[in-house]
């Protein structure tokens, strides 16, 4: 065991005590026919030169007759040096005989009745046995050996094994004495192995000291460290204590502390170890310069203090570095990057040091490229591919080319986008695009100008708050029915949009959440402009929860309501009302589907709408089912009126992926209407909310 042979190391360096601290024999004798390692040894058969080669070597070996080889006529070999390799059959064309020929039982002794009932580290003889198992060379034999060397090195093996394990609990004065019986002479049989423990006194700590000049705070290394005077000196929470120390002080203004090996005084007349650990925790220290280093470095000392979360003066906490290298890494611009501290000898007052940070750069790949693809009932397929270069105007200024093909909408856009914009996490962007839209509800040549600021969450971070805010600059000519005219009309619309967005996420994934909630509130001021100028607002509002009710069941809910106020319906451009219906909404019916229609059956889009969904979400490795129930309307009105309220419900499959769950619904409406499908499937990435 690498814990317990960790800890001995240190305990056996400063033990004046004449008590044993390795193997002992226990006083009881094994029962008969047990007998010593040596006398099994002795009491092999002897092996005698065959005749002639046999078929079977093994099977033949005491068969008596002329020694026809001068070695076989020499004195056996001591077992601990015998050949181990498996004999080969030269009668058989060269093939290498590997069946075992000896079989053996084990059992360990000693242990059944040990018990201690220490609050902070209680064990007994069972849990012992485990974890000698767990490295048992004879257990992991399975009871078969190709001779008797092979048995005895397993052997061995497992009485430092199990004095390791007990030493690792503290019970540095076990003895461990191994027998061998064997089957009568004549009859089959096991060979029968048993490993005897003695495991004496269970050490506890006594005095703690810790070997280094004053702290900030004093109390800083007895507060923190892990253990006690009185508990039993485990190993595991020895180590761990230890490891904790060096995770702290780096943590507390130390970056450069170094842990020295320990020192435990055993006493066996009272039980009592006594540790001593040396610690040199170094200058304390504050952030000092950042300096760069690398061949190819993405970016400047500036910029990578824009994305800290610290400045320079402050107390080194190396949280905040590792805060800061795993930003780097979310630039997805590094091939390698590391962070580390390097000793300046300024003085930076009151008793501490600047410590500069290097960092050591090297740039990975700006370019990539993506695609993601989906298909529902109503909408059809779609298809998404972009291209970008993430660095193209340093720092981190992305030039982003996408295009996209479907059955309902094909358009092209470029962006230009800017992450840490002179704060962390601050994004900035501008797009330029162009698409065309044909969907039952309405068809538009749509081109826009958009800009956005905006502080998001990311794979690596999951922020409570998060907001976005812009404007839009839209120019659509667009087609839909006319209740006035009876028919189909096309205008152009000129809008000017100030979206905002604001979101309270206390969920505990930003992809896959099994518990938390999330709360959603989006304002948009629009003006319709053009002959007839009309200004409105668009709000949406939106909740979702997650609790999870057993396991892996989860149960999910989800409620919108959306409202446009200060225009007529027919004064709002088709694209901007409110719709219903779909993957992303409510599933059972087509795309847009849901609410008010012209006389041939088409959406027309409103003013206001309400949506609820309620999912039982079960996951089972890397696959999931889920049962839904989704619901909703959109209404003329400003406000929802609940009024013709229409429900969908269905299953759905997940496939667990590192970038989200792949998703397959299939739903049916309730209470289906004329027209309507009988059966919606909806395929995308990412949960349905």
């Given at each position: 065991m ?33 007998i ?30 002329a ?29 290498t005989?590997?069946?075992?020929s ?20 209680p ?33 061995e ?10 030493a ?19 009859k089959?049989g ?14 506890r700590?006594g ?5 280094a ?21 485990v ?13 702290l002080?780096?943590q507390?203004a ?21 540790y ?41 906490d ?30 930076a007052?009151?008793?501490t040091?600047y410590?500069?940070?290097v ?27 972009s ?9 981190e200024g ?9 059955t ?8 230009f ?27 538009a ?9 905006s ?10 708050w ?6 839009e600059l839209i120019?659509s ?24 967005q ?27 402009l ?5 200004t ?25 309501v ?17 719709y219903?219906?779909?993957g992303g909404?409510v ?5 847009q589907?849901?609410?008010p229609k ?10 206001s709408?309400a ?10 490795g ?5 049962g ?14 609940f ?11 997940r ?16 209470n ?18």
């Amino acid at each position: 065991m690498a814990i317990g042979g960790a800890l001995m190391a240190g305990a056996a360096s400063a033990q004046p005590s004449p008590a044993p601290t390795t193997q002992q024999p226990t006083s009881s004798t094994p029962p008969s026919p047990i007998i010593t390692d040596h006398d099994f040894e002795a009491a092999l058969p002897p092996v005698e030169a065959p005749v002639e080669a046999p078929a079977n070597p093994v099977a033949s070996s005491a068969q008596p007759a002329a020694a026809t080889d001068p070695d076989l006529t020499k004195p056996l070999v001591p077992l601990d040096d015998f050949n181990k390799e498996a004999l080969r059959d030269d009668n058989g064309g060269g093939k290498t005989e590997t069946s075992p020929s000896l079989s053996y039982r084990w059992h360990v002794t000693g242990l059944e009745n040990l018990r201690d009932a220490d609050r902070v580290a209680p064990i007994e003889g069972g849990a012992l046995v485990d974890s000698f198992e767990a490295v048992s060379a004879l257990k992991q034999g399975k009871g078969k050996a190709t001779n008797a060397a092979a048995i005895a090195a397993r052997i061995e093996q497992d009485r430092q094994a199990l004095s390791d394990v007990m030493a690792s609990q503290g019970y540095f004065d076990a003895g461990v004495q191994s027998s061998v019986a064997m089957p009568e002479q004549g009859k089959p049989g096991d060979i029968v192995v048993s490993m005897a423990v003695a495991a004496g006194p269970r050490y506890r700590l006594g005095a703690i000291r810790f070997d280094a000049p004053a702290l900030v705070p004093p109390d800083l290394l007895t507060r923190h460290f892990g253990v006690h005077s009185g508990e039993p000196i485990v190993a595991e929470r020895v180590l761990s204590a230890e490891a904790a120390l060096g995770v702290l002080l780096p943590q507390s203004a130390y970056p450069f502390a170094k842990i020295g090996q320990r020192d435990i005084e055993l006493d066996a007349a009272t039980g009592i170890g006594d540790y001593t650990l040396p610690v040199a925790p170094g200058p304390r220290s504050r952030f000092g310069d950042i300096k760069i280093k690398g061949r190819r470095p993405v970016f400047d000392a500036r910029h990578i203090a824009t994305i800290a979360r610290f400045r320079k003066g402050e107390l080194y906490d190396s949280r905040q570095i590792d805060d800061l290298r795993k930003a780097l890494v979310a630039t997805n611009l590094f091939a390698t990057v590391t962070v580390d501290p390097a000793q300046t000898g300024i003085s930076a007052g009151d008793n501490t040091e600047y410590a500069d940070l290097v960092v050591n750069q090297r740039a990975g790949p700006p370019r990539s490229l993506s695609a993601q693809a989906g298909y529902s009932t109503g909408e059809g397929i779609k298809a998404v591919g972009s291209w970008s270069h993430a660095n193209l105007f340093p720092p981190e200024g992305a030039i982003i080319a996408s295009a996209t093909a479907g059955t309902s909408e094909q358009g092209v856009s470029g962006t230009f986008r800017r992450s840490n914009a002179g704060l962390r996490d601050r994004t900035v962007e501008v797009s330029l695009s162009a698409n065309h839209t044909n969907l039952d509800a309405y068809e538009a040549f749509t081109g826009a100008l958009k800009g956005r600021i905006s502080r998001a969450s990311t794979a690596i971070w999951q922020k409570r708050w998060t907001y976005s805010y812009g404007f839009e600059l839209i120019g659509s000519n667009e087609q839909d029915y006319a209740f006035e005219h009876a028919g189909e009309r096309r205008r152009t619309f000129y809008i000017l949009a100030l979206p905002g967005q604001i979101t309270y996420d206390r969920s505990n994934s930003l992809l896959d959440p099994t518990r938390g909630y999330r709360l959603s509130a989006t304002l948009s001021p629009e003006a319709s402009l053009g002959s007839n100028i009309q200004t409105y607002a668009r709000s949406i509002f939106e909740a979702t929860g997650y609790y999870p009710i057993a396991g892996k069941l989860v149960l999910a809910g989800r409620a919108r309501v959306g409202m446009i106020g200060g225009a007529s319906r027919e004064s709002i451009a088709p694209s901007r009302r409110f719709y219903s219906g779909g993957g992303g909404s409510v599933r059972g019916f087509g795309y847009q589907e849901l609410g008010p229609k012209d006389p041939d059956g088409h959406p027309i889009g409103g003013r206001s709408q309400a949506e609820t969904s309620v999912e039982l979400r079960y996951r089972f490795g890397n696959f999931g089912v889920v049962g839904f129930v989704d619901s909703g309307q959109v209404f003329t009105s400003e406000v929802p009126t609940f009024n013709s309220w229409r429900f969908g419900a269905g299953v759905g499959f997940r496939y667990y992926t590192n970038f989200g769950p792949m998703r397959f619904d299939i739903a049916t409406p309730i209470n289906r209407q004329v027209g309507e499908s009988r059966v919606a499937v909806y395929v995308s990435i990412g949960q349905a909310f």
